[in-house]
């Protein structure tokens, strides 16, 4: 089916190409000749890419995970104008103190790591209460909240930006998730004031694995997403591509302008804009942590000795929303704030689902044509 599609589309394509009848022909020959050198130059160019496009990228081997969740991991594209890149999470845990109701936890256990975090699960609604807050005034901007940007093969150098998770269902059913981790989530400009900043980022993908053969992508983007099979989608090689919108880290299966919503906020049509473009190539499997969940009990299980403690976690991964009061959020803009509050980690992306999109009360369509 998609097949023919693409088929299609590139004979409607070839047919629209409007080839311009040259009335002062001049020289036969002459036409001939620049005939000849831009098929050579198509040749070439042909040449190349195709070379580009098979030049293979190393899918790593890793004990304990299934080599497809490698093979088919997506590549994720950052937008030409993104500030805030894929970040180290630890780098999110030293650069914070733990809060609860705007007020720091007193002689929190020390040192706190990736390994230990849950242990504020202990404080403040099993955790769910605590924020990770920054140490420094974010609007001075902190170098940590820049992330960090993928090096010429697409690796977050020193910078462990995304945790793979696997959820077997048994019987050849199996859903990864690859979880994206930035520092900081730039939100969108309306009428020139900026709306919805957050310390703190998790966005991801989820493939849907039969028999090792993938069959669906999810792509989160803010309170919900989308779902495409896996044939429809764009690749490199095997590989799913995903576009991150430029602050928001949105995640979407084509470039350009999206349009999105804020829950609650009815803007006209084309007000709220995501951007996607080929910025910087971003491979996460080459910086990550690794885990399978237990959808039984709830937990994580460490693969290669990921730590456990960020993904038990239960609190915020950034800072409160700032009070109207602080003197660092903005007056409110239609009762929208600058600053809101920093995310719940993984646990909380509904990793054990029935749907290749989460439930949130809109049906789930997997859709099997690229689309904005
Ligand atoms: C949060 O802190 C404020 C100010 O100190 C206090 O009035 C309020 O009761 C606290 N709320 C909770 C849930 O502890
Ligand atoms: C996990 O999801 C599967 C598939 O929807 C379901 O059959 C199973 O009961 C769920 N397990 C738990 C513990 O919720």
Known sequence: MSGAEKGELLHVRVEDVKI??????????????????????????????????????????????????????????????????????????TNTHPEINLTSIADPPAPLTLHNLHVLNDYGNDGMNVYLTSNMDVTEGPKWLDGVVPDSRGKTKRAISCAIIVNDHGSGNLDTFYMYFYAYNLGNTVLGRELGDHIGDWEHNMIRFEDG????????????????????VEKEGLRPITYSAVGSHANYAIVGAHDHAIPDLNLPVGFLLDFTSQGTLWDPTLSTYFYNYQAETGSFESVNGSPLGAMHFKGKWGDQQYPDS?????????????????????????LNRTNVCPETGIPCIVRDILGP
């Open 326 to 350: 602080d003197p660092k959020q903005p007056p409110p803009f239609f009762g929208f704030r600058k600053f809101v509050g920093g995310p719940s980690g993984p646990w909380d992306k509904q």
């Open 213 to 232: 053969v993938p069959q669906a992508i999810w792509y989160s983007q803010h309170a919900n997403g989308q779902a495409f099979t896996y044939k429809a």
């Open 20 to 93: 311009p009848r040259w009335k002062a022909t001049g020289s036969r020959t002459y036409y001939c000749k620049i005939m000849v050198a831009l098929l050579l130059l198509i040749l070439v160019l042909q040449h190349a890419l195709s070379v580009f496009a098979r030049t293979p990228r190393i899918a790593r081997q890793v004990a304990g995970v299934p080599q497809y969740v490698l093979d088919y991991a997506p590549l994720v594209w950052l937008d030409i104008g993104e500030e805030y890149f894929p970040s180290d999470m630890y780098a999110q845990v």
